[in-house]
């Protein structure tokens, strides 16, 4: 068993989009539900939906300052890469990631009330979810950006060259996070032993 890191160093911005947005329990969806359910917006209210939708869309974690995506997202990506060449079972089955959420590494503050207040972290756009369009408003990182992720790798399960392609291609096919459909989380990827 190897220990490895998987580095990814963004050429293309990164958005992000927690799934907790969707829960309708989630104190974040139940705010912005009191807005959206107004059948006339001020522009105020416009304004605090893009703030929920913001929010919502940040993951973090009580033991690292600022944002963070969790460490799946990188295996879960890779996967998804790997079934290209009919290896998602085998990239699954040889990876664990040590850490829950890993820090995102970019240029600005780490406080998320800084960021937003910033203007340089948010993305508003036309969505479409369903049926009809939206707008939405994501967490956004400019490059440079960067994210290091370690794992413990079965080699005897596939072969660390293998798992480099991958890495290399996943910036390329796959991308990493929210809006890979229109060209978003790009990246150049890296594999080091430890």
Not at 164 to 183: H, K
Request: net charge positive.
């Amino acid at each position: 068993m190897l220990n490895l890191t998987v580095v990814l160093t963004g050429t293309t911005p990164l958005f992000l989009n927690n799934d907790q947005g969707a829960d309708p329990d989630f104190h974040l969806t139940r705010e912005l539900s009191k807005i959206t359910e107004k059948r006339k917006k001020t522009e105020e209210d416009r304004k605090q939906m893009a703030l929920l939708q913001w929010y919502s869309s940040l993951y973090n974690s009580p033991d690292i300052e600022g944002p963070v995506v969790p460490a799946n997202n990188v295996r879960k990506m890779l996967i998804e890469t790997g079934k290209i060449r009919k290896l998602g079972k085998d990239v699954g089955r040889s990876m664990m990631m040590v850490d829950e959420y890993v820090p995102i590494v970019f240029d600005g503050p780490r406080d998320f009330d800084k960021m937003w207040s910033s203007g340089n972290f948010r993305d508003s756009r036309i969505t479409r979810p369903q049926r009809g369009r939206v707008m939405k408003t994501r967490c956004r990182f400019n490059t440079p950006w960067s994210v290091s992720v370690d794992c413990l790798f079965r080699d005897d399960i596939l072969d660390f060259d293998r798992l480099e392609d991958l890495v290399t291609d996943a910036g390329f096919v796959e991308g990493f996070c929210d809006a890979r459909n229109i060209g978003f989380g790009r990246f150049e990827g890296s594999v080091k032993k430890n």
